[in-house]
T-cell receptor, first 113, second 108 residues
Framework: DSGVTQTPKHLITATGQRVTLRCSPRSGDLSVYWYQQSLDQGLQFLIQYYNGEERAKGNILERFSAQQFPDLHSELNLSSLELGDSALYFC????????????FGNGTRLTVT | KNEVEQSPQNLTAQEGEFITINCSYSVGISALHWLQQHPGGGIVSLFMLSSGKKKHGRLIATINIQEKHSSLHITASHPRDSAVYICAVYPNTDKLIFGTGTRLQVFP
C-alpha cells in the first residue's frame, strides 16, 4: 500500500461532461503529481503541486485544471470531455520535488462514451 | 526521437533467468526512476537513482551519468516479476519524462 488514495477507481461518462478526480497524498508528502496514461501516448506528466502551489505544468489541456487544497489533497477537473480523454489518470506524491521517491495511487480509469 | 528510450520493448524469460532492461536518455537529469506496472494497472516505484547502483532483494539498478544510461537487472526471475517496467527521468525540472516501457513475461 503506497498510502496514496485516489477516487473514484472507475468513471464512465459521456462526451461534453465534466468530472473531478480526487487524490489524497501519503501522509507527510507535500508534492502531488498528476499523470495521464493512454494507450497511444503512454504515461504523460500533467501537473505538479507543492504545498498548495502549482510548481510545474506538463502537457495539460486547457479543458483540464487542478488544485491542491490546504489539507494537501488534490483534485483534477476534466471538462468538455472528449473520447480521446479516456485514459488512466494517476496521482503520485513525494516528500519533496524531484529527488525523493514517488508513491503512486492505484489510478482512476476514465471512460468517455 | 523520444528523450527516454528503453530496450527491449518486449522480453520473455524462463523462471530463474537473469534479466536486464536498458534505459538511455538524451537530456541532463537530476534523477532517474524505475517503475513497475502490474497487469492490473497499479504502479510501484522500484528505485530512484542519481548515481551509482542500488539493490533491493533480487532487483539491481545502475546508472552511468556520463553515458546517460541506466540498467535494471532482475536475478533469479520469477513469474510474479511479469509486469511492465518503466524508466522515467527528471531533466533538471519537475516534469518527469517516461520511457515507453518494457513488457516482461516470465514463464514457469
Amino acid at each position: 500500500d503506497s498510502g496514496v488514495t485516489q477516487t473514484p477507481k472507475h468513471l464512465i461518462t459521456a462526451t461534453g461532461q465534466r468530472v473531478t478526480l480526487r487524490c489524497s497524498p501519503r501522509s507527510g508528502d507535500l508534492s502531488v503529481y498528476w499523470y495521464q496514461q493512454s494507450l497511444d501516448q503512454g504515461l504523460q506528466f500533467l501537473i505538479q503541486y507543492y504545498n498548495g502551489e502549482e510548481r510545474a505544468k506538463g502537457n495539460i489541456l486547457e479543458r483540464f485544471s487542478a488544485q491542491q487544497f490546504p489539507d494537501l489533497h488534490s483534485e483534477l477537473n476534466l471538462s468538455s470531455l472528449e473520447l480521446g480523454d479516456s485514459a488512466l489518470y494517476f496521482c503520485a506524491s513525494s516528500v519533496t520535488p524531484q529527488n525523493s521517491p514517488l508513491h503512486f495511487g492505484n489510478g482512476t480509469r476514465l471512460t468517455v462514451t | 526521437k523520444n528523450e527516454v528510450e528503453q530496450s527491449p520493448q518486449n522480453l520473455t524469460a524462463q523462471e530463474g533467468e537473469f534479466i536486464t532492461i536498458n534505459c538511455s536518455y538524451s537530456v541532463g537529469i537530476s534523477a532517474l526512476h524505475w517503475l513497475q506496472q502490474h497487469p492490473g494497472g497499479g504502479i510501484v516505484s522500484l528505485f530512484m537513482l542519481s548515481s551509482g547502483k542500488k539493490k533491493h532483494g533480487r532487483l539491481i539498478a545502475t546508472i552511468n551519468i556520463q553515458e546517460k544510461h541506466s540498467s535494471l537487472h532482475i536475478t533469479a526471475s520469477h513469474p510474479r516479476d511479469s509486469a511492465v517496467y518503466i524508466c522515467a527521468v527528471y531533466p533538471n525540472t519537475d516534469k518527469l519524462i517516461f520511457g515507453t516501457g518494457t513488457r516482461l513475461q516470465v514463464f514457469p
